[in-house]
């Protein structure tokens, strides 16, 4: 068991640039979850998926947010256009079925 | 998935028995109570979770209340390392929405010498 891995730790970028963070789940775990943490509140769920199917979105999850899961092992977390707003840390978690949810460190982002 | 209130901070002696309560007076019958902690710059971390019976791992007690609506979380020997948010979350085990943990602003715990 090597954990959740999340790469990268931080990402320092533009106002208005592209961002693409990723998530490498537990290897045996269907289920991959997307939460977002900003500074003195718990983490708010994003999306999930089971393998590569994208079972849920939350309705903060803009237009501009895209999660992908292409052969249902790791995933990607895009970011179009980012805004000020979107500083956060960006938190991956899998699990097996209903199993716990084991979470990486996340990837802190920060937006000038 | 039914709401929970915890106190807002904590402070507990080394050593010492930690304790931190959560309230989930609205909490249904195929809800599980889950515990997870934050350390600071780091993921949430699983500890424990329990549907109506007491639950013990290597790392705490989940004692429940026979009306489940409230429990405590129980470390029974603080230690520095053991400073963090803890968060105690009511989640239907369950696929779709059901899926999802749903986080409040948790229990801040500071243990000090």
């Known amino acids: 068991d090597t954990g959740v891995s999340q790469n990268p730790r931080h990402k320092i970028t533009k106002r208005g640039q592209n961002v693409t963070f990723r998530c490498d789940p537990i290897s045996e775990h269907n289920r991959l979850y997307w939460y977002r943490q900003t500074l003195g509140q718990g983490p708010e769920f994003l999306t999930y998926?089971?393998?590569?199917?994208?079972?849920?979105k939350s309705r903060l999850l803009s237009d501009r947010f895209s999660a992908e899961r292409p052969k249902g092992s790791f995933s990607t977390l895009e970011i179009q256009r980012t805004e000020q707003g979107d500083s956060a840390m960006y938190l991956c978690?899998?699990?097996?079925?209903?199993?716990?949810?084991?979470f990486g460190d996340g990837t802190r982002l920060s937006i000038l | 998935d039914a709401k929970t209130t915890q106190p807002p901070s904590m402070d507990c002696a080394e050593g010492r028995a930690a304790n931190l309560p959560c309230n989930h007076s609205?909490?249904?019958?195929?809800?599980?109570v889950y515990w997870y902690r934050q350390i600071h710059s780091q993921g949430p971390q699983y500890i424990i979770h329990?549907?109506?019976n007491n639950e013990t791992n290597e790392m705490a007690s989940l004692i429940i209340t026979e009306d489940r609506k409230s429990s405590t979380l129980i470390l029974p020997h603080a230690t520095l390392r053991d400073t963090a948010v803890y968060y105690c979350i009511v989640r239907v085990a369950g696929t779709g929405t059901a899926s999802k943990l749903t986080f409040g602003t948790g229990t801040r715990l500071q243990v000090t010498l």
């Open positions: 329990g549907l109506k």
């Open positions: 978690a899998s699990s097996l079925y209903n199993q716990p949810q084991h």
């Open positions: 998926f089971q393998n590569e199917a994208q079972l849920e």
């Open positions: 609205t909490i249904s019958g195929n809800e599980y």
